[in-house]
């Protein structure tokens, strides 16, 4: 801004140029030719009048002298008349062009500072008249161009900032991800960051279903998307709406106003909808379903949106597969667990029927099982009884997987049975 473009200006200051000196050399060559004549004249004169002195009385010559004072008074004064007048028109002239020149120079200087409404008033209908007038249209353009590059400036930041907040958000969605372990916990925050952050009207996540015939709304902000919910929303792939188009297809999809497009599913619980933008979920070589995000700005989306979300929706769809297969594959070890623990209950039933007493000389069968180590059995907890006034009995659960196999059933004389004691067996217990 502080170098004032020059071309706009050249041309009337080219003129103002010429005419100054044109006019300074014309004045110059006529004072100089009237001033050559008027010398060559009165040097032919002055010849004249001494031939003619010659021999004249000196009355005559008197007159003579009075006359030739008289022919060199006359032009001296008219010289000085002539002279003032130059003058006079030179500071008029230079008046004329230094207040105008100080006006436009004053006015460029405030333009060139940054003020970018500076104007010269137009009071002159020569020249200087029209360099103002150029120089008006040039700081016209100029304005026009400042603003118009500050528009340009001020749109680049507010992208920069959305695709840093885009990228933000598929971080922490990443982030969440990788620590979820729970399906809802990850859908339900996933869409609410994403509403939260972009400042969007409404997010929601559908998943195709086992049969792979419609998208299921799993994940929805706000009270339209509880209200959804509770019913059950879900679309019909490659059917209804975008979504169903980003299901079926496998495409992202942009909607940059519902009111022209004719795939839209107009959702009586989002009326103030005017842009959507649906994303796919692949995971393992297919589509699980689809990211649905919704604006109130119509063309509130554009193809960069749609690579950086994409992003965001790979990583979901990751993390959406992840939590499935570990879930699938605790549901396969409880199974297993289950499997395992009858299996191994039911051979230690068939063993259920038999006791071993040991007394210190050798392992005797015993037929009847005692009343402690039935309750033992039973709840699963250590039992302490009183079989007599100096024994006590402690039975003490063993135990596999959180299943009763057996019951370890000790008799004690002299002192009651302490918790020492019982900690003791039960860690016995549990290694057998």
Known sequence: MSQVPRSILTEHVTSIRARLIGSTLIILAVLGLTVILYSAALSRLNQAVAVLEAGQPAAVLAEVREAQYAMWLIPAVWALLIAATLLVAALINIHSVAWPVERLTDAVSRFAAGHLDERVRIEWADEFGRLGEAFNEMADRLQVAYV??????????RNLERRSVQL?????????????????????????LIRDRFGFYHAGIFLLDDRGEYAVLRAA??????QMLERGHRLKVGQVGIVGYVTATGLSRIVLDVGEDAVYFDNPLLPETRSEM????????????????????????????????????DQLAVAIQNIRLLQETQRTVRELQAISGRYTQEAWRAEQSRGYRYRGLGVEPVSEQPP???????????VISGAGDTVNALAVPVKLRDQVMGVLDLHFEGEPVSPETVSLVEEVADRL
């Not at 379903?289 to 119509?298: C, F, H, N, T, W």
């Open 148 to 157: 118009e590059l500050e528009q340009r400036v001020a749109e680049r930041t």
């Open 168 to 192: 933000q958000v598929a971080a922490e969605v990443a982030r969440d991800a990788t620590a979820a372990r729970d399906l809802d916990e990850l859908l339900n925050g996933a869409v609410n």
């Open 221 to 226: 902000t706000g009270e339209a998307g509880s």
């Open 278 to 313: 649906a994303l796919p979920l692949h995971a393992g070589g297919k589509i699980i379903g689809a990211l649905d995000v919704q604006s109130r700005e119509p063309e509130a989306f554009d193809e960069e949106d749609v690579a950086i979300s994409q992003t965001m929706a």
């Open 372 to 382: 402690e180590v039935r309750q033992a059995w039973l709840e699963g907890q250590p």
